[in-house]
Each structure stands twice: as C-alpha cells, then as structure tokens.
C-alpha cells in the first residue's frame, strides 16, 4: 500500500485550504486533527476525510472564514457560536475555553452551536489531558442509530470521549461511538461485499441484516443501554445549545453536498485533577491501574490485555516511522482535488 | 405477593436506623433512596437491600454517625469525606454541593471518598434535574466485570447516571451499571434455576456460560465500549478520590460482613441550565424530543418506544397506588430484624 509522508501532507493540506480561502486558524486545526487520527489509526475520522471537507467549504456548508463568538455565562461555564467553521476549529476553541474556566474555577465547560463535523473526539480530549485536565468532548450528528424498540434511526452515533492523563505515556484516551459499530465499518464490508455479523445493521422496517448494502440504520452499543447513552450526548450537544437534534441535521455524506448548513453541536468539559489530588499522584495511580490490567492473565494464548487507546498508541509509533497508509481510491480523491499531493507520497 | 404501604414502610426503616444508633440524617437518606427506587421498580437497589444495610451497621462497616466533611477546592469543585457514611447520605451531601457550586459558578463536581454502597444512582440525579440541573452520579464497585480480552473482572458494575429536567413529567433519568445485565438479574437466574444467555456471565477462565451458578464475572455492555466506560467511572471515582479501585474492595455480599471499610468512591456533578438555555425553553424542546421518540412506530405490534426512566415512570405509578411488592424470602428478613415490620403489610 502507498503511504503518505504525515509532514510534507500537512504542508500540503494546509496550502489546499489556504487556496480555499480558509483562515490559518481553521486550517492549523483541520490539518493537526486530521494528522493526529490517521497517525493513531482511526482512518474513519481521518486525512480520508479532507477531500470531503474540501468539497463542503465550496459547497458552502462549510463557512472557511468564521468569526467563532464566546460568552462566558458563569466562572464556569462558556457558549461558542461556531458561526458555521469547520468543527476542528470551532471545538478547539471550546474545549481551550472550557480549560481557561477549569483553571480559574476548577471545572469548566463550553456549548458548542453552529458548528460543523468535529471529526475525531479524541483531538479535544487530548489536547485537555496533556494540561493534566480530565477531558470530555461530545458531538451529536444526523440520525444512523435505531432507537431502541423502533424501526429506524432518531440520534446519530453521539461519541463520548474521555482522556486522563498517565506517568509514563500519552493520555488515557476512551473516544467512542455510542453505537455498536461505526457506519464506516459497514461501509466497508460493503466495499468488500463481505456479510456484516447479525444485529450491526438494520433494515428500513428495524429487522437485522446481514447485506451491508440493505443497512439503513445501526445497533446502539449494549442494546438500550447505548441507545441512552446517546440520547444523553444529545441532550449535553443540541439540548443544550439550542441546536437542532440529529433527526433533523441534514445528512453528512448524502451527494451532492448542497449550501445548507448543518448546524451541528459539541459540549466539552475539562476537570482541574490539582483540584483534588496532586496531578503527579494522579498520574502515577492511574499508570498503576493501567499497568495491572495489561498484566493481566489474556483470555487467549497470545492475546493482550488492554485499555482504551492502547491500539492507537501501537498504531501511532507504528505510522510515526512508516507514514500513513493511503488506498488508491481514496488517493485519487486527493489528486482530483490537486494534483501536488502526489509530492507527498513515500518513496 | 405481599405488598409494604411506602409510608409505613419508611416510618418503620426510619425506627430501626435510629434503634441501631444511625443519625437522622443518615437514616433519611437511606430511607428516602430506598423507598423512591422500589417505587421506580428498581427492586436490586431498594427496600430489598435494607437488611444488609442494617447488618452493615452492626458489623462496623458502615459508621451510623458520620462526620462527613466537605472542602472546597474552587468556585466549581469540591471534595468531600464521607468518614464511612451511608453512601445515601453521603451521596446527597455531596450533589447538593455540587448543586451549590453550580449556583455559584455555573457547574460544580463534587468527588467523594470513604464511602460505602450509595444504592441507586438516579436519588442524586433526580435530586439535581429536579431543581432544573443536569445532573451527573457515578460510583465504583468492588469488581464484576471482566475486563475485555482477561479472564477475569477487574472493574466494578461502575454506574452512570444522567438527569435532565422535563416538561410535563418527572426527569429523564438514565441510571445504568456498564456492564450489560446485573449481578442480581443472574442472581435471580439461580434462584429460579433457569439458564442464562450466553454471553451474560463468564466463568473463572473468561468463557461464557449458561449455568448462572458457575459464572464469576459479568459482560460490560457493548464488549471493549461498556470496558471503556466502566474504566471512565473508576477515573472519575477512586483515581480522583484517592481511593482503591474496583479489585481492592471488599466484596459488598461476602459473609460474614466484616468491620473493614469499604472506601468506596464517588464523583457527582450538576451543570446549571440557566447558563446555556432559559431552563423553560430547555424542558419545552426535550419534552418535544420525548414526545418525538415515543410516537415512532414500534418494531413489533403493541410495542412502545421509550426513552431511558420510561418503564420507571410506569412503576412509580403503579407502585404508588398498589404498594411495593416483597418477595416472601425478603420479607422474612425484614421480619428478621424487626417483628414490628409487619404492621407496613398492606392488608
């Protein structure tokens, strides 16, 4: 498989987007995201994405040079009017936000209205631990999870992320969505025309299926116990802010991508852990935890035990030296969109 | 079945706390708690655990008069010490100065150390969306669920609440263990010497199994996701607190009950609605969502869709009216500890 080379693609992004006319904020913030996920290996929510961006900032979903609005509403508690920017940049300026209040008061946390897909939670959460924060990022989206004991889909797969840091390596890093599978992961099956395992997907009339290309919506993650989870991530993001709910935000994929926009809402909090106990203590109890569960008896001979953000930490140091991984289909986007991405390639 | 008159019933508990020297504070918590969640339905975490509770007391694991302090850490944070109270009691102390500090500030966390078993979770949650907060509880647990990929558990049942005020009824109030069925669901299992579906419990070398009476750990909801979150509660709980994690506490039923403290851990915060959105405004557009999700067609004839405290709500009334439903077992320990427990039978 051709890689790219992560430095000299972030060159390049960024000067796609300039060309774009999106501001060096929204830009530093869509490029950094998108690099840190494809590097931890959720291509999901990674560079795959940046061509599909692009088309949303011409479409005009996307505003590319927003004035971001912050009112503070207690030493707390903060909203964010993303005016519509790209949700990289609109949630980083939450979730700093959120930590500026955490510092003064302890706790803080920020509403995010107006915004637009935030790709990777974990972004947010990350920057916030790496501050000896605790982190919470949350995002609602258009509607792909059945709602549990109806026939289609009401929330969207509503991610939860939460970040701690530890003594010896990056944050501990839970970013997950509140369905049972992605619909990325049935789009693929769907690439491969391979069956998906029974009680991923669902058909329009909510029976389980096994044709990927008969989907139509997803299996909350434990059954009612994820379905409320995401409503609950509903009523933190759109709720609160204001903002539509996902039954009623328009499609993110559906083509062609039309100007309307999609009004999509974060919530984000961050905990100060020196409020508490000493964050070096913090650290080194949770590494402690860390490193107990990993040594653990495996269930299977050769398996390991692990925590959240264990793979993406592999993944990572792994893509850190090799580069990120790139399929032909998906590197032909990017050529379409300019064909100087080709000088980012690995040799 | 027998049924208990709530009112006698709690006049009665309250009687024999204060014969075994438990503060009135302390014993209108646990009262409180109990009979709200046997009248929610929610019969693991209510009346049926007063006995233990009681034994917990006499054993010395539980203090009947605490000094619970509490100290502020900042305009939104606060830690508090429950000296082995009734997690009820300390619990309560706890959300209402995190109520407290979100007056104040616009959020406030509370974390909690030293505590003992808090029974449900939704008593604080409600506490908090009953006074138009967001309200937020979680506990940790000595552990039951195995870790995803081990042989064996590492962390507790570590519950998530969330709370959220509503229009036209009591809150929505999501109160779920991350694991994907209770202990006591397979406990009711043996009881009944009935089968389990596979994939509810595992045995001690991690496979599932379907006789009840050989499983030793339980499934976290969702596989790596409810392992992820049940990871989340322990952060937030002894990680912050201080206090051991779900493998260093003593197990909760284990006799006989001996006078070590548990030191179980909590974290509760609220968000003050009025910061965001006019509190009217936000029970207005979630009673719409409600009323949205319960009006979608049903999967299957006669079915009804529900939103997460639905079918507690329909308990809550039934219970209300006909009183709360005793098993004879349970009732014989009632009587065990007090012959006067048989003037709150119903007729």
Known sequence: MIRF???????????????QNVTSDSARHVVASLIQTSLRGVDSHGINLFPHYCRGVVAGRVNPRPNI?????????????????????????AMEEAMALARQSGMGAASVRNST??????????????????????????????????????FGTNPICFTAPLHDEGPYCLDMATSLVSWNRINNFRREK????????FDADGHSVTDPGKATSLNPAGGYKGYGLGMMVEVLCAILAGG?????????????????KRRVSHFFAALDISRFVE??????????????VRSMPPLSDGGAVMVAGDPE????????NEGIPIHDAQYSEFLELNREFQGALLA
Chains 1, 2 share one sequence.
């Open 313 to 320: 930490k592999i993944s990572l140091a792994r893509r850190t």
């Open 279 to 292: 964050p070096a203590v913090f650290r080194k109890n949770l590494q402690a935890v860390v490193d107990r």
């Open 194 to 201: 391979r069956n998906i395992p029974e009680h991923w997907g």
């Open 69 to 93: 609005h912050v009112s503070r509403g207690g030493a707390s508690t903060a909203m964010v009017d993303a005016d519509h920017a790209f949700g990289h940049h609109a949630g980083a300026v």
């Open 117 to 154: 897909h935030f790709a990777a939670a974990a972004y947010f959460g990350l920057m916030a631990a790496e501050c000896d924060f605790l982190g919470f990022a949350f995002t609602n989206a258009d509607a792909l999870v059945k709602a549990f004991g109806a026939k289609e889909a009401f």
């Open 5 to 19: 080379d992560a430095a000299k693609l972030s060159e390049l992004m960024a000067n796609e987007l300039a060309r």
């Open 244 to 260: 539509p709910i996902g039954k009623d935000i328009p499609p993110m994929y559906t083509l062609p991508l039309g100007s309307n």
